[in-house]
């Protein structure tokens, strides 16, 4: 299993930036997905959680997020994305696309990408 | 939103000693807990879920315990590289992380 993330970088506040979360070793719509984020020197933060559910997935977000960030997927690339708009500064941090499992709501992550970096700043 | 408040913030130990980290949450959970080991530049890597149940390949020193409102990551005897950041997980709710509690050499 391999995730692997891109698209992360520089960006000036209130611009937009669109992660891509490339997934190997799993069928990515049989899979609940996460987005998780770090901001430097900090702690984690769920900031998505999409099922596995139609072709597009049913998500959910962070409040902080809600109406910024939107996740979608492709199903024949098996690849999960994060359109990031009106960024904020405090929208800096370590993007991890993640895998959601276990019985019960929500779900632990078992499989992580390596992190990619996106830095709000003027 | 659940919070989850980890203790102690750092754990000084020497390799070989006994690591006891805690974890609490301001709700009951039930067990629904995951514990996560964080290492410099890489992403967390999955110890424990659901409070007790070992991830795969994660060695027997690690254990977990607790239900309800108070949880406990064990490690038996630290190895040289046990020393990390620990974070605890709960899904009962909109997942939340602890803040974290480094275990560092002595």
């Known amino acids: 299993v391999q995730l692997v993330e891109s698209g992360g970088g520089l960006v000036k506040p209130g611009g937009s930036l669109r992660l891509s979360c490339a997934v190997s070793?799993?069928?990515?719509?049989?899979?609940?997905m996460t987005w998780i984020r770090q901001a430097p020197g900090k702690g984690l933060e769920w900031v998505s959680y999409t099922s596995n559910s139609s072709s597009t997935g049913y998500t959910t977000y962070v409040e902080s997020v809600k109406g910024r960030f939107t996740v979608s997927r492709d199903i024949a690339k098996n690849s999960l994305f994060l359109q990031m708009n009106s960024l904020r500064a405090e929208d800096t941090a370590v993007y991890y696309c993640a895998r959601a499992t276990g019985s019960g709501p929500f779900g632990h992550s078992d499989y992580w990408g390596q992190g990619t970096l996106v830095t709000v700043s003027s | 939103e659940i919070v989850l408040t980890q203790a102690p913030a750092t754990l000084s130990l020497s390799p070989g000693e006994r690591a006891t980290l805690s974890c609490r949450a301001s709700?009951?959970?039930?067990?629904?807990l995951a514990w996560y080991q964080q290492k410099p530049g890489q992403a967390p890597r999955l110890l424990i879920y659901?409070?007790?149940d070992r991830a795969t390949g994660i060695p027997a020193r690690f254990s977990g315990s607790g239900s309800g409102t108070d949880f406990t990551l064990t490690i038996s005897s630290l190895e040289p590289e046990d020393f990390a950041v620990y974070y605890c997980q709960q899904r009962s709710d909109w997942p939340t992380f602890g803040g974290g509690t480094k275990v560092e050499i002595k």
């Open positions: 709700q009951s959970i039930s067990s629904y």
């Open positions: 659901d409070a007790s």
């Open positions: 070793g799993l069928t990515l719509s049989d899979t609940y």
